[in-house]
Structure formats: C-alpha cells, structure tokens
C-alpha cells in the first residue's frame, strides 16, 4: 500500500513540473484570455490535486481535520468568522474534510493565475511559474493561512484593475479567514501609495532570490 501512495506522489510530482514548464512555455506566446485559461487549465487541475491530496500528511492537515469536524457539530469563536463557519456548514452537511483541502488549493492556484494573466505577465510566464513551484510547498504545512492568501491575492488583483468594491470584499474574506492579513494589507495600501522607491533594485531582486529558500 504504501509502495503504491509513493508511486502515486511521485508521478503527480513528475507531472506537476512538466505541466507548468509545458504550460508556462506556451502561454508565453498567447495574448488573448481565452487561450491564456485554456492552457492554465492544466496546471491548475494537475497542482489542485498533488496539494490537494495531501495523502494524510504533515501536522496541518491532520489537526485541522480533528477541527474541521468538531466545528460541525459545535460552533466556537477559535478561528477567524469565515473559516469557522465553511468549516461548520461543510462537515454539518456532511462534505468530506479532503474536500476543504481541495478547494482551498484550487482557490490558492486559480488566485495566482489570474493575478498574472495579465499580458505584461506571459512572456515571463515559465520563469514565474518555476519560481512559484519552489515557493509553494509550505501550502501543505499552513492551511488556514493559504485559504486566506488565495482571497488576498485576489484581492490585490482587483485592487491593481481599480475594482476597489471587490478589492474591499475578497479582503474582507481575507480577513475573516486568517487576522494575520490584517497588517500585510495595510502594509500593501501604504506602498502603493507611497510614490518613493524604499529599497533600492538591487537589494529589491537579492531579497527576492533569498525568499525562495
């Protein structure tokens, strides 16, 4: 059974690189939405089940499964507003736990494509999604805490189109799911507002290359 999971993992890892490196060369050379989407489709449902899945693994996910179903049959106040009642309204109608751990990964990766659809984003396309592959794999360990970075990267989209009614609502959920988004959001509206360059490039893109690790 065991040798059988391993095999699994290994092949959803193979094919997890192999659709991104695929996918980025190609959208790279696409303008329009339409084909953008249709070839993030790929990497999306492939990354959406390998963190998805998840195989019972890591302190994360098996805590939070013991609280996903004690929050079905009783509402406290130890997490944010809006994790404790998906949390409370999925395992009340019966909706398996690994079902939680799936959306959020969805919600995490369809959140990352849309803030880069943008053509300004394509051509640097492969080189985005390699560096996101080695960022992401704390995404396993930090469950409330990605279920909310998807709706602040939404949120930061919306807001950098000008959509501030929307801005305002994904960070709200943002919010509601983990308070930590409270102080990276205020951090973002002062920067953007602040029409000087606090950190020179070159510090800029050595920082930038030390967070992947």
């Not at 992401?136 to 807001?159: D, G, H, K, N, T």
Request: proline content about 2%; glycine content about 4%.
């Amino acid at each position: 059974m065991y040798e059988h999971v391993k095999l699994v993992f290994c092949t959803f890892s193979l094919l997890l690189i192999w659709s991104f490196v695929y996918s980025g060369k190609r959208i790279s050379c696409v303008q329009n939405d339409k084909s953008y989407w249709k070839l993030a489709t790929l990497p999306i449902i492939v990354f959406t089940l390998f963190y998805g899945l998840r195989f019972g693994r890591l302190i994360d996910y098996n805590l939070y499964a013991v609280r996903y179903y004690s929050l079905g049959n009783h509402l406290d106040d130890e997490y944010e507003l809006l994790f404790r009642y998906v949390c409370h309204w999925g395992a009340s109608l019966g909706i398996h736990y690994q079902f939680l751990i799936l959306l959020i990964t969805f919600l995490v990766i369809l959140s990352v494509f849309y803030f880069i659809k943008d053509v300004v984003y394509r051509k640097s396309m492969l080189y985005i999604l390699i560096v996101f592959l080695f960022v992401i794999p704390p995404i396993e360990q930090l469950v409330r805490w990605y279920f909310a970075a998807a709706f602040y990267v939404f949120a930061i989209s919306f807001f950098l189109k000008y959509d501030y009614v929307k801005f305002g609502i994904f960070s709200l959920c943002a919010c509601l799911t983990h308070i930590g988004y409270i102080p990276l959001l205020v951090f973002f509206i002062a920067i953007y507002f602040i029409h000087i360059q606090l950190i020179p490039t070159n510090i800029c893109f050595v920082l930038l290359i030390l967070s992947v690790f």
